[in-house]
């Protein structure tokens, strides 16, 4: 049997910034993952570009039943912190809309940093490693580790496991059995930032719209987010849409405002007192997509010339262009889930260090926890933050 400090069960982003965090300390680290390469969702983060971080990084980014839980490894481990990290290899990195900052070049370079990283330190790295069990001797206080190569033990276990959310590149619920395994409560699990399907009838509606987009700030339960619309085959999907469905839930609607910049109503009351003979989605073809206007406004209205329509009628049609309801019938599954809603409860666990209350030793990072980020970067910074705070006390 092998015997170290620290073992670390996931090569991720999280699990990787754990292990040269605590490598940095002289800990001695094994890291297991049943993958062919570290860093596999690194890999395809921001189409093989990887947003590694949002400038605007703050708690309120984040979803968790607790959402004073992430304070303090956010405030320990800033944006600052992984773009110094990233310049000191010289990585080129750019910052798109609303803080997201990508890699200039590829995410492989990301990779190259984490690997240069932990060579520096005793962090030795087994892939292609099955885990068949864990468990830890309560006498000696170690974690046993028992493993298609063999047997490890340990005085610290991280597991760093990620979520649920891309299966085919090797995601798994073996994070959640461990956490069961010794005692630990996982809240409900869910897709999130993730496409909406659309109910039956709007499917057979709106299906033949697939590659439209539309610029359009879209609500759900108190939280409002502006970007592309885009409809799919399915249903919906684009950055707005991939944000709300974070906060959706089964039944409830979401309310889209199709032209969040613009004054649709004095536009058609001018047009209707100057007496206007165009068909009023001719009309709306002038602000939105001519295909999406004509289909949406025939399951609405009655198309007329507008200076048919009272002002009554135009404040209807006003109202419902900026709020229109849809009620999916479901989200997409978890491959096409860019994370996972849910997690180890975080009341199991101490927001200083991401050590189980209730197994010493036992520490959990990244995804794998009720810690949710909204789609920028945000996911990805808790992943370093977590990772890197835990290897501080392993």
């Known amino acids: 049997m092998i015997k170290k400090d620290v073992i670390i069960i996931g090569a991720g982003a999280s699990g990787m910034m754990c292990a040269i965090s605590s490598g940095k300390r002289g800990r001695s680290v094994l890291v297991l993952d049943h993958a062919s390469n570290i860093g596999k969702k690194i890999r395809i983060s921001g189409g093989g570009c990887c947003n590694f971080t949002n400038i605007n990084t703050d708690h309120t980014n984040y979803l968790s039943n ?211 003979k165009v068909d009023i989605h001719n009309l709306l073809s002038e602000y939105l997509p001519t295909r999406f206007a004509k289909i949406w406004f025939a399951q609405n209205f009655v198309s007329k010339p507008v200076k048919q329509y009272n002002e009554k009628e135009l404040q209807n049609i006003a109202h419902q262009i900026h709020n229109w309801k849809i009620i999916p019938r479901s989200t997409e599954d978890y491959r096409t889930a860019e994370v996972t809603r849910g997690g180890i409860d975080t009341d199991e666990l101490s927001s200083k260090t991401m050590e189980s209350k209730k197994v010493k030793g036992l520490f959990f990072t990244g995804e794998v926890i009720d810690v949710t980020g909204q789609l920028g970067g945000y996911n990805l910074h808790w992943a370093w933050a977590s990772g890197f705070v835990a290897g501080q006390y392993v």
């Open 66 to 276: 607790n959402p004073h839980f992430c304070k303090s490894a956010l405030s320990r481990f800033t944006p600052r912190d992984i773009i110094t990290l990233l310049e000191k290899h010289g990585v080129k990195y750019e910052e798109r809309e609303l803080g997201q900052l990508f890699c200039a070049r590829s995410s492989e370079e990301i990779i190259k940093v984490l690997e240069n990283e932990f060579r520096k330190t005793d962090v030795n790295i087994i892939m292609h490693c099955r885990i068949q069990d864990v468990r830890k001797e309560e006498k000696q206080g170690t974690f046993i580790v028992t493993t298609s190569h063999g047997i490890f033990e340990s005085d610290s276990l991280v597991i760093a496991t990620g979520g649920l959310s891309y299966p085919q590149i090797g995601a798994s619920g073996i994070g959640y059995t461990i956490a069961e395994k010794f005692g630990l409560r996982v809240t409900e699990l869910r897709p999130a930032l993730v496409p909406f399907i659309f109910s039956p009838i709007d499917k057979k509606i709106f299906s033949e719209l697939s590659g439209i987009s539309i610029d359009a700030a879209i609500k759900c339960n108190d939280m409002k987010f502006r970007g592309n619309l885009l409809f799919t085959h399915k249903g919906l999907s684009g950055p707005a849409i991939l944000q709300v469905s974070s906060y959706w839930k089964d039944g409830d609607a979401i309310s889209i405002d199709l032209l969040p910049e613009i004054d649709i109503f004095d536009i058609l009351l001018k047009k209707q007192q100057s007496k206007s």
